[in-house]
């Protein structure tokens, strides 16, 4: 079975500033990685995913992403933060097959919380 | 429509009455999750749907909890008996070929 750990529950920065999410995951086979954003009140919005391919992948919002296969991590990053992007986190994963069955496994959440 | 639709998107409901939770998918995906978040928590999967069988449904807290799925559209999460620690938003999710489309859930409070 696949899982996914999330590093930091908490992260404070100022604006403007550069942040960095932190994920690893364990699974014995390939998986597909995701992050998903929700901010207070609202559902899950997908911000980005790993497929194949490229192993930096950009999302919405001017996030991104790097799958490390070797590290088994996929860290979220983005270079200066507005105040807008404070919200909670969240990774996942799920393994890689050919039909859309199978469970989707996500980390904790690491609430994002943006100061002027 | 084009997005996951939950219904109701709020419950109160008094303990020990039974409820039961909608979700209608995107048209044409096969896979659908459902999900469980209590404040201030992460995601506990409850159950997952491939069609109208249900090949995953460790995650159910318990006998009270079940769900089923017609047609292989819309899907019902019912609870019976409910107790004051399900409260939380249920979140229904629809899976395309790799992704998961989330719904905006249902917030269940029971007093």
């Known amino acids: 079975a696949q899982s996914v750990t999330q590093l930091d529950s908490q992260v404070p920065v100022f604006e403007e500033a550069p942040v960095e999410l932190r994920c690893n995951y364990s699974s014995s086979v390939s998986v597909y990685l995701f992050w998903y954003v929700q901010y207070p009140n609202q559902g899950l919005q997908l911000l980005l995913k790993?497929?194949?391919?490229?192993?930096l992948v950009k999302g919405i919002n001017g996030f991104e992403a790097e799958f490390n296969k070797s590290q088994t991590s996929f860290h979220l990053r983005k270079p200066s933060v507005h105040i807008s992007d404070t919200a909670e986190y969240f990774c996942?994963?799920?393994?890689?097959?050919?039909?859309?069955?199978?469970?989707?496994?996500f980390g904790e959440g690491t609430q994002l919380t943006v100061n002027p | 429509g084009a997005g996951v639709s939950q219904s109701p998107s709020n419950k109160v409901t008094e303990k020990g009455k039974d409820v039961e939770l909608r979700c209608d998918p995107i048209?044409?995906?096969?896979?659908l999750y459902w999900y469980r978040q209590s404040l201030g928590q992460g995601l506990e999967f409850l159950i997952y749907f491939q069609g109208n069988s249900a090949p995953d449904k460790s995650g159910l807290p318990s006998d009270r909890f079940s769900a089923e799925r017609t047609g292989g559209s819309v899907s019902t999460l019912t609870i019976q008996r409910t107790q004051q620690e399900d409260s939380a938003v249920y979140l229904c999710a629809s899976v395309g070929r790799t992704e998961a489309f989330f719904g905006q859930g249902t917030r269940l409070t029971v007093v």
């Open positions: 996942a994963v799920r393994i890689r097959q050919e039909t859309s069955g199978s469970r989707l496994t």
């Open positions: 048209s044409g995906h096969t896979a």
């Open positions: 790993y497929l194949s391919g490229s192993t």
